[in-house]
């Protein structure tokens, strides 16, 4: 359960002004928890240090936990980000996958062999796996986004600004919240990013772009950077037309500036006083156009009115606009490509936190998803914070991270489960875990299903969804909607419902409100889903030894692998091989995934630890094996296939291996 619950604003909820558009223009069943939500407050968890690299002055924080969780830490400690990007689900209907690829076994002299040619991507064998659904119906969603937005804004600086990343699906009405939120008068920019060039949609234009909706927390009182883009060639042709006597391309600008209705002094160009034209004035001191005089860089028109020279070479480009059609989407063959779903270009970070921050600052994305602002904002002399609640997020943006030489501390949010690899496979998980659990279609989509009984006949059951903060916590706040709003549709005929939890506020406090609530005759039942889980997560098996190594170029140790074995892997594999043979054609023949004895094939990363035995890791050596098989050495790149082992200069004291589809191990090296 949480150690306490920290207040989203400062001042109570109670007689303020929030929820006004969302009720007002948003209106519909379950509105009103949100209220509820907010005067409760944010769950403020422990959080448990799991590993730091570097000496990470800065604070720089990788967290793997929810937005609502981390802010909750953020304001207990006092931490002020002075800017945000968020690129949450789009509430889009759609299954996001990792695509999963096997290594190459190091173990096989023949693989060996092969490896040496070079193989065509799309002949790796690989499969897929479902890393989360972002499917929500849009009442959950927005009282999902609405207590996200206000957590977020509970945790930002005075000068900060927010960058929300959406598309058609649901950025309109995300758009109320923020206007609520946030204030329509601190509503900076709607930012048009056009993702494709060519995209088919049957029945209607194609899609072609996404929306970014930009605030500030206090209007003009916030950090801006003016960004420019380089000129198009159309642009130079048609603008920068002359050319001075060292062939330097320029073009001629306007001096005046408006001055609302009055017409400022003449002043002196060179021997010539000249008045400006009626209604307006100058831009340009006396002693500043004196030195524009002096440096050549006043021409004069035919009708001899003074004009600016502006140079091609001396100008960073044009002002960027609210429309983005320059960023371009990461195709197949980039450099900063890492088979993450919904990954996004750095050069789009890139512009956001060059506009809205300076070096030093705090710059945060509560989905962080591949880790592309943590990554960015490091590049760019930034602090940032990234959190996820998937583990693939947190592994992909860690390796990211070292990669690029970045400072920071792993640390996780202990708020009572463990997840797996991420939320929807978790969710899976646990529908096959529960005893008769079955779809029932007459039921709301509330319920997960229900339990068939010879006695009480249909039970719903409830089961909180991982994704949605809100729904995770069982408190007064849910009971009282499960009560007054979700079991009052149900027929007449149910005499029972289950509703599990993953974290409770107090199981004895929660089952006194429900005795003490005479609206239904209804039988509730609450259970703990960890009793489910508990025996559930098992680790992968190894076997390994360590040698002592001497050559001329090494001195230390190596812990070499002698098999390796993921029962949830194999499962995955299983399935998919299954799922293979049974759409084989002619055509397409089957072709089965096998895995070696050995089992190195589904091994993606290997750590030592040489500095402690139990607690926070510290990853004294570490190796990533690729898609292809190569070796990234301690965040270095390598043209070197994995030969089955790790080094290390010190003696290590743990190993840590992570499976191709995330889990981690660790065991204790003798």
Request: glycine share 6%.
């Amino acid at each position: 359960m949480p150690i306490k619950y920290v207040p989203f604003i400062p001042e109570p909820v109670e007689g303020q002004a929030v929820l006004a558009n969302f009720n007002r223009v948003l209106k519909y069943k379950g509105a009103d928890d949100i209220a509820s939500t907010l005067r409760r407050g944010m769950p403020l968890y422990e959080m448990e240090k799991q590993e730091q690299v570097g000496e990470n002055p800065g604070g720089n924080m990788v967290i793997r936990g929810e937005c609502v969780s981390a802010c909750a830490y953020l304001k207990e400690h006092g931490i002020q980000v002075d800017l945000v990007y968020i690129d949450p689900p789009f509430a889009s209907g759609a299954d996001y996958a990792k695509k999963v690829y096997i290594r190459r076994n190091p173990k096989v002299a023949e693989a060996i062999a092969q490896a040496e040619q070079e193989l065509d991507i799309d002949e790796l064998k690989a499969f897929e796996e479902k890393m989360y659904g972002d499917v929500w119906d849009k009442e959950k969603y927005l009282n999902w986004m609405y207590e996200n937005l206000m957590a977020i804004k509970s945790v930002m600086s005075e000068t900060a600004s927010i960058y929300v990343h959406l598309d058609w699906h649901i950025g309109h009405y995300v758009k109320i919240l923020m206007d609520e939120i946030f204030g329509e008068a601190n509503f900076r920019n709607e930012i048009v990013w056009k993702r494709f060039n060519f995209h088919s949609d049957a029945g209607r234009f194609g899609a072609v772009h996404e929306t970014i909706f930009y605030y500030a927390v206090n209007g003009d009182n916030c950090v801006f950077n003016t960004v420019y883009v380089p000129f198009d060639e159309e642009y130079i042709k048609s603008r920068f037309t002359s050319t001075d006597n060292d062939g330097r391309k320029y073009l001629t600008d306007n001096p005046t500036a408006p001055a609302h209705g009055m017409t400022g002094p003449a002043l002196y160009f060179g021997d010539k006083l000249i008045a400006p034209p009626a209604g307006s004035m100058w831009r340009y001191s006396q002693e500043n156009i004196d030195k524009l005089m002096k440096a050549g860089r006043i021409e004069f028109t035919n009708r001899g009115l003074p004009r600016i020279k502006r140079y091609l070479d001396e100008l960073e480009g044009k002002a960027a606009h609210s429309v983005w059609t320059d960023i371009f989407p990461i195709n197949s063959q980039a450099g900063e490509r890492i088979d993450y779903a919904t990954q996004k270009p750095e050069a789009l970070l890139e512009r956001v936190i060059k506009a809205s921050s300076n070096e030093g600052m705090l710059v945060a994305d509560f989905f962080g998803g591949s880790g592309v602002t943590a990554a960015v904002a490091a590049k760019l002399g930034r602090r940032f914070i990234h959190c996820d609640i998937g583990l693939n997020s947190l592994q992909t943006t860690r390796d990211r991270l070292i990669a690029d030489g970045a400072e920071f501390n792993v640390l996780e949010i202990k708020d009572g489960i463990q997840l797996y690899r991420n939320p929807v496979q978790t969710m899976d998980k646990i529908k096959s875990l529960i005893p008769g659990l079955k779809n029932e279609d007459s039921l709301d989509s509330f319920w997960e299903g229900a339990i068939s009984d010879s006695k009480l006949g249909t039970i719903p059951v409830y089961v909180p969804n991982l994704m949605d903060s809100s729904s995770k916590l069982l408190d007064k706040v849910m009971m009282n909607r499960i009560i007054h709003q979700a079991i009052p549709d149900l027929d007449a005929s149910v005499k029972k419902v289950i509703v599990y939890y993953i974290d409770i506020t107090s199981k004895e406090e929660i089952e006194a409100f429900i005795a003490e609530d005479d609206s239904t005759t209804v039988e509730i039942e609450l259970r703990d889903l960890k009793d489910i889980l508990d025996d559930v997560v098992i680790g992968d098996y190894a076997e390994f030894h360590t040698e002592d190594v001497h050559t001329d170029l090494f001195g230390g140790y190596q812990v070499v692998i002698d098999k390796f074995i993921s029962d949830r892997v194999m499962q995955k594999i299983d399935d998919f091989n299954n799922k293979s043979r049974m759409n084989a054609t002619a055509k397409r023949p089957f072709k089965p995934i096998e895995i070696s004895e050995e089992g190195l094939e589904l091994i993606e990363f290997l750590s030592l630890d040489c500095t402690a035995a139990d607690g926070e890791w510290h990853s004294d050596s570490e190796v990533k094996i690729d898609k292809n098989g190569y070796v990234i050495a301690n965040g270095t790149k390598t043209q070197d296939f994995w030969d089955g082992s790790i080094r290390s200069e010190k003696r290590p004291l743990r190993l840590k291996i992570r499976n191709i589809c995330g889990d981690e191990t660790v065991w204790e090296v003798k």
